[in-house]
């Protein structure tokens, strides 16, 4: 793109604002669109993007500041500015903060030479052909299928998705084409000759991955959520792996994206095909399946479930089952692994787990070790096969929960827990409840989320002030942009919004 003619030049900034700072152009200088530069504002230097001339000639223009530097990096490309113009409009964010996070320091140098010649040594389309089934080949064919024809595909699978993953990637890098894998953590394997970007990473190791997917091309990556920003040249393949999880949602600090979602965004932009893959999918992902927009392909490859008994507190209650916050059943389990050696985890809903293991030890004040406790939600990250007996206790708080996903998680956390415990125990007043029912409580889901107008039959604009929380369930149709557009305006000062809010 030709430099600007003006000597004046709009600059986005890595900052919450509502307005785009002006800059003047030293003599000799020229930018392009979307080249980074450094620049002076309130006292402090920042690297922002040229966003284009300011043909107007600006008030006191004397006092205007002028661009320090431009560096030597390649400029921001239309791609990358049309995918967060759409992080900015779809998440009601400034575009500044969209930017703060599409544009990291380690995205904003070069690495030395040594490493750059270091980094070229490497083999990065070194992956393997791996050996299928007959089955898996006929999925990857249906999913090559049905990518020829323009549709994107929702795979569920359980342990053979990565041999479909290895597969995929190496036809489309054979291709000459880049490959994303988008995970909700990398910590675990990846596929031989992938390139890591995770938020574990160094500075230094980001720079290097960030100066790779520039320039080593073609480059399969493994990534975590902000991996959909890096400035690929040549995308030819995106896949998003558990697509279900709420990893994907940041919600700490604005913009409140959705990897998934800007993922899909990211393969429409670059004209690559979409593979989002679960072993149960999410209930946006099952609507899309139902509206056509995406096509589904089963593999019955799921580990087998371990040992897996719900116990009817209210029943035990009736009979004097309970004694404290344990069934005798439960009791009587606890005792019959403790004496074979094996170790035993307790599970509860909340935060604090002390009280439950107290319990517990009185019962068993010899167990020593072989009793833990820990909440639900930390129990995500950690291997379970060690323990032989796993107590969720309480299920019904999770239920209790005034929110329409609360049902949602409480299936998940139960399915994982099915999967990876090789004996499991559940305590609830609720056994009855569709949760328990496997893979068909998603469709009830669905069915209810239809009924009662809620995502994914809606979007979802959540608006937190201070304490006070107000969500607006907006139909999808061809106003929704204004209706949400309208709902920021409206809002009160310093209030946040989110959109697509990730829930409990």
């Given at each position: 793109?030709?430099?600007?003619?003006?000597?004046?030049?709009?600059?986005?900034?890595?900052?919450?604002?509502?307005?785009?700072?002006?800059?003047?152009?030293p003599?000799?200088?020229?930018?392009?669109?979307?080249?980074?530069?450094?620049?002076?504002?309130?006292?402090?230097?920042?690297?922002?993007?040229?966003?284009?001339?300011?043909?107007?000639?600006?008030?006191?223009?004397?006092?205007?500041?002028?661009?320090?530097?431009?560096?030597?990096?390649?400029?921001?490309?239309?791609?990358?500015?049309?995918?967060?113009?759409?992080?900015?409009?779809?998440?009601?964010?400034?575009?500044?903060?969209?930017?703060?996070?599409?544009?990291p320091?380690?995205a904003?140098?070069?690495?030395?030479?040594?490493?750059?010649?270091?980094?070229?040594?490497?083999?990065?389309?070194?992956?393997?052909?791996p050996?299928?089934?007959?089955?898996?080949?006929?999925?990857?064919?249906?999913?090559?299928?049905?990518?020829?024809?323009?549709?994107?595909?929702?795979?569920?699978?359980?342990?053979?998705?990565?041999?479909?993953?290895?597969?995929?990637?190496?036809?489309?890098?054979?291709?000459?084409?880049?490959?994303?894998?988008?995970?909700?953590?990398?910590?675990?394997?990846?596929?031989?000759?992938?390139?890591?970007?995770?938020?574990?990473?160094?500075?230094a190791?980001?720079r290097?991955?960030?100066?790779?997917?520039?320039?080593?091309?073609?480059?399969?990556?493994?990534?975590?959520?902000?991996?959909?920003?890096?400035?690929?040249?040549?995308?030819?393949?995106?896949?998003?792996?558990?697509?279900?999880?709420?990893?994907?949602?940041?919600?700490?600090?604005?913009?409140?994206?959705?990897?998934?979602?800007?993922?899909?965004?990211?393969?429409?932009?670059r004209?690559?095909?979409?593979?989002?893959?679960?072993?149960?999918?999410?209930?946006?992902?099952?609507?899309?399946?139902?509206?056509?927009?995406?096509?589904?392909?089963?593999?019955?490859?799921?580990?087998s479930?371990?040992?897996?008994?719900?116990?009817?507190?209210?029943?035990?209650r009736?009979?004097?089952?309970?004694?404290?916050?344990?069934?005798?059943?439960?009791?009587?389990?606890?005792?019959?692994?403790?004496?074979?050696?094996g170790?035993?985890?307790?599970?509860?809903?909340?935060?604090?787990?002390?009280?439950?293991?107290?319990?517990?030890?009185?019962?068993?004040?010899?167990?020593?070790?072989?009793?833990?406790?820990?909440?639900?939600?930390?129990?995500?990250?950690?291997?379970?096969?060690?323990?032989?007996?796993?107590?969720?206790?309480n299920?019904?708080?999770?239920?209790?929960?005034?929110?329409?996903?609360?049902?949602?998680?409480?299936?998940?956390?139960?399915?994982?827990?099915?999967?990876?415990?090789?004996?499991?125990?559940?305590?609830?007043?609720?056994s009855?409840?569709?949760?328990?029912?496997?893979?068909?409580?998603?469709?009830?889901?669905?069915?209810?989320?239809?009924?009662?107008?809620?995502?994914?039959?809606?979007?979802?604009?959540?608006?937190?002030?201070?304490?006070?929380?107000?969500?607006?369930?907006?139909?999808?149709?061809a106003?929704?942009?204004?209706?949400?557009?309208?709902?920021?305006?409206?809002?009160?000062?310093?209030?946040?919004?989110?959109?697509?809010?990730?829930?409990?």
């Open positions: 793109m030709p430099a600007p003619e003006s000597s004046f030049v709009k600059v986005l900034l890595p900052l919450n604002l509502c307005w785009t700072p002006t800059y003047c152009l003599e000799g200088m020229t930018v392009r669109r979307g080249d980074r530069v450094r620049v002076p504002f309130a006292g402090r230097e920042y690297v922002g993007v040229v966003l284009g001339s300011d043909d107007t000639t600006p008030v006191n223009s004397e006092k205007i500041l002028q661009v320090a530097e431009v560096l030597d990096i390649p400029p921001v490309s239309p791609e990358e500015f049309e995918l967060w113009d759409f992080v900015s409009r779809y998440y009601l964010c400034s575009q500044g903060e969209v930017c703060r996070i599409a544009s320091s380690a904003l140098e070069r690495p030395p030479l040594a490493t750059i010649e270091k980094l070229a040594q490497n083999n990065w389309t070194d992956i393997r052909k050996h299928l089934s007959a089955t898996l080949k006929q999925s990857v064919q249906a999913i090559l299928e049905a990518f020829d024809q323009g549709i994107n595909v929702l795979l569920c699978a359980g342990s053979s998705r990565r041999q479909i993953f290895q597969e995929l990637s190496r036809r489309t890098l054979e291709s000459g084409r880049d490959v994303l894998i988008l995970r909700p953590s990398v910590d675990g394997p990846v596929l031989d000759g992938s390139l890591c970007y995770a938020s574990s990473l160094s500075q190791q980001k290097n991955a960030v100066h790779l997917v520039r320039t080593a091309g073609p480059l399969l990556v493994e990534g975590e959520s902000p991996a959909v920003f890096l400035p690929f040249g040549n995308l030819g393949l995106v896949i998003v792996d558990d697509e279900f999880s709420q990893d994907y949602k940041q919600s700490f600090r604005p913009p409140f994206y959705n990897a998934r979602d800007v993922a899909y965004m990211l393969a429409k932009i004209k690559a095909p979409l593979l989002l893959c679960a072993e149960y999918p999410s209930l946006e992902s099952l609507y899309n399946c139902s509206a056509g927009r995406l096509k589904r392909i089963d593999i019955n490859d799921s580990p479930i371990g040992k897996y008994e719900i116990i009817d507190t209210s029943r035990e009736l009979k004097n089952g309970m004694v404290g916050n344990f069934s005798r059943i439960a009791l009587a389990r606890m005792e019959s692994t403790l004496r074979e050696n170790k035993v985890l307790l599970l509860q809903p909340w935060k604090d787990t002390s009280d439950i293991e107290i319990e517990a030890r009185k019962n068993f004040p010899s167990a020593g070790s072989k009793i833990n406790s820990m909440p639900l939600w930390k129990a995500d990250r950690k291997e379970l096969s060690k323990y032989s007996l796993v107590l969720l206790s299920v019904d708080y999770l239920l209790s929960k005034q929110d329409f996903r609360a049902d949602e998680y409480a299936f998940r956390q139960i399915e994982r827990l099915r999967h990876q415990c090789p004996n499991l125990l559940i305590q609830t007043s609720e009855g409840h569709y949760i328990f029912s496997g893979g068909n409580a998603l469709e009830k889901m669905l069915s209810q989320r239809r009924e009662f107008s809620l995502p994914p039959y809606t979007r979802e604009v959540r608006i937190r002030n201070g304490e006070a929380s107000e969500s607006h369930f907006l139909a999808k149709d106003a929704l942009e204004k209706r949400k557009l309208e709902l920021l305006k409206n809002a009160p000062r310093g209030a946040v919004i989110d959109v697509d809010p990730s829930g409990l």
